[in-house]
């Protein structure tokens, strides 16, 4: 048995064949298959997400993260070389002026203008680390419309495909209301509008708290010690009447489930006794031994070895039950990644 106090990176990773990296979405949302996993038995069991609603319990909280995902990848060529180039939108830091993942990193050197389309230019004004740069859009009054126009769903690089008009609803989950994100929330795809109508019915409630992802969530730990390792910070709200929700269930002991790993960390990050809204940004890594302090219920998609949140989802579950269920999971052809299967992981 490995001690949890020394595992680094490598232990982090697993067999995955390519064929159950999801490349395309269920025609449901709901009809995701759903590992149970039980911390306290140690036991594993299959069902469906659709009956979720009889799967939780009468007072149960979900806590949802609303972010909503844009149009975030752009295809082009150096001006000066025709070379190809991929620009990747993180954050626009004033009207059309924007921080941006640069591929290759060569094309980041100030100066450099890339285009996009014939009414869409950018120069990089300023290389960063990483290969990430600020540029600046032409000056044309409509940039923002011609980066609709032009703008791609911002699919993971494990997708190997163009995306295509069934993206733009399908990477995004149904109650998005907080632009801001590169890259969806996956657990929360699987929920439909009746889904969350039978919850309610059900007894259980739900409140939403926004963390905006960044493109950190695909990207491997650089370091092998674990606690060597930093994420990108990414922002996040909530709002007074969420910590309110959440402190109430807290108080009268009814299981707060955080649906990602995204809402997880904004939950891991907060003090729910805050009497007000809260906002900021977090860069918090949470890797095993760590003790959650307002997370009971953990709903999650299958993780990318050796990545931050495959370190969330061990220190939840524990490290040998974490492993032997994505064992399982691969063994019994459960589909993985951003619309692939997902799991349920209860205390006891």
């Known amino acids: 048995m490995i001690?949890?106090?020394?595992?680094?990176?490598?232990?982090?990773?697993?067999?995955?064949?390519?064929?159950?990296?999801?490349?395309?979405?269920?025609?449901?949302?709901?009809?995701?298959?759903?590992?149970?996993?039980?911390?306290?038995?140690?036991?594993?069991?299959e069902n469906v997400f659709s009956d979720l609603p009889d799967l939780l319990s009468p007072g149960d909280?979900?806590?949802?993260?609303n972010t909503k995902v844009f149009r975030a990848r752009l295809q082009g060529n150096r001006a000066d070389t025709g070379g190809k180039v991929e620009v990747f939108l993180l954050r626009e830091l004033e009207h059309g002026i924007w921080k941006a993942l640069v591929r290759p990193g060569r094309a980041a050197r100030s100066g450099i203008i890339l285009e996009f389309s014939n009414d869409l230019s950018c120069a990089v004004r300023h290389r960063l680390e990483q290969g990430r740069a600020i540029i600046e859009f032409n000056s044309c009054?409509?940039?923002?419309?011609?980066?609709?126009?032009?703008?791609?769903?911002?699919?993971?690089?494990?997708?190997?495909?163009?995306?295509?008009?069934?993206?733009?609803?399908r990477y995004q989950t149904v109650y998005a209301s907080e632009k801001g994100a590169v890259a969806a929330p996956t657990a929360g795809l699987h929920f439909d509008r009746e889904l969350l109508i039978q919850l309610a019915r059900n007894g259980i409630e739900h409140t939403y708290v926004t963390l905006h992802v960044g493109p950190g969530t695909f990207e491997p730990l650089r370091s092998s010690i674990l606690g060597d390792n930093t994420l990108d910070p990414e922002e996040y709200y909530v709002s007074a009447e969420a910590l309110s929700a959440i402190r109430n269930a807290r108080e009268e002991g009814r299981r707060v489930i955080a649906v990602g790993t995204t809402t997880t960390r904004v939950l891991e990050t907060i003090d729910v006794n805050s009497e007000t809204s809260l906002s900021g940004e977090t860069e918090i890594f949470i890797f095993p031994p760590y003790d959650f302090r307002n997370v009971d219920v953990l709903i999650t998609n299958f993780h990318l070895p050796e990545s931050s949140l495959l370190c969330l989802v061990a220190a939840f579950m524990g490290y040998e039950f974490m492993m032997n269920a994505y064992r399982y999971a691969v063994e019994h052809q459960f589909r993985f990644y951003s619309y692939g299967d997902v799991m349920l992981i209860e205390q006891e």
Request: hydrophobic fraction near 35%; glycine fraction near 2%; charge should be positive.
């Open 3 to 45: 001690d949890k106090r020394n595992l680094l990176k490598e232990n982090f990773q697993y067999f995955l064949p390519k064929n159950l990296i999801a490349q395309m979405p269920l025609s449901g949302r709901t009809e995701s298959r759903l590992l149970i996993s039980n911390i306290a038995r140690k036991e594993l069991s």
């Open 61 to 65: 909280l979900l806590v949802l993260n």
């Open 141 to 169: 009054k409509n940039t923002g419309d011609a980066l609709s126009r032009t703008a791609q769903v911002p699919l993971p690089p494990y997708i190997k495909r163009t995306p295509d008009e069934l993206d733009d609803e």
